[in-house]
């Protein structure tokens, strides 16, 4: 199974401040997954990272607010831009396993954001 | 569209007592994977299954065993002799030829 690394796990950000976080993957894949989990939520999918091409995002979410970058195979961050108190969540980044529809999505641990 | 229905939100139990949380799914893809994660209160999210459409067999894991029945379009999932450590948010997910759709979870509470 992969292993996704994600960081921070954790952070206490100020209103109108970004924060970008990442996410590794110990292994090559071509999409990767930036999800948004509110407060006694479901998850919610933000966008799609392919390499090589612009994020496609996802009805609800733009580029301006959280901009994508997806350098190489293995990693991917997510910045969560001008936050405020309604951006408190956990976020989660994910990645199949392969390619192939019937890959198990992996999760990283999650980056739970509080914004005061 | 994907959709999956986690009608119980909360399910509370005592250690010991068997538990299923219930996944009911409606999509029109013909080749679909269903899968179930749980989130401990650290919030990670944690693999526990997939199947795909075209294998109907249940499947036990130790305690976890797991009920698909297409006819009905139900994925349930069974917990033996729950522990406390069982306690967290489970989530079913359907993946059919486009993203992963998340239920709403079932937290479940396991008392000593």
């Known amino acids: 199974s992969a292993v996704i690394s994600q960081k921070p796990s954790r952070d206490i950000c100020q209103r109108g401040t970004s924060l970008t976080i990442q996410c590794q993957v110990d292994s090559q894949v071509t999409m990767m997954f930036w999800y948004r989990q509110q407060p006694g939520q479901s998850l919610t999918l933000i966008a799609t990272a392919n390499q090589g091409s612009e994020a496609t995002y996802e009805s609800g979410f733009v580029i301006d607010k959280f901009p994508i970058s997806r350098p190489n195979l293995t990693f991917s961050t997510l910045t969560v831009s001008n936050m405020s108190p309604e951006d408190s969540s956990i976020y989660l980044c994910?990645?199949?396993?392969?390619?192939?529809?019937?890959?198990?999505?992996?999760f990283g641990q999650g980056t739970r954001l509080t914004v005061v | 569209a994907q959709k999956v229905t986690q009608a119980q939100t909360e399910i509370s139990v005592v250690e010991k007592e068997d538990v299923t949380l219930d996944c009911v799914y409606e999509t029109r893809d013909t080749t679909y994977y269903l899968f179930w994660y749980k989130q401990p209160p650290s919030g990670e999210l944690v693999f526990l299954i997939r199947?795909?459409?075209?294998?109907?067999q249940n499947e036990i894991s130790g305690r976890y065993s797991w009920n698909f029945q297409k006819s009905t379009s139900s994925f349930n999932f069974t917990i033996t002799a729950s522990q406390v450590v069982d306690s967290a948010v489970y989530f079913c997910a359907l993946k059919g030829y486009s993203t992963l759709t998340f239920g709403k979870g079932t937290m479940l509470l396991v008392s000593p």
């Open positions: 994910s990645a199949p396993e392969g390619d192939g529809g019937d890959a198990e999505a992996f």
């Open positions: 199947r795909n459409s075209f294998d109907e």
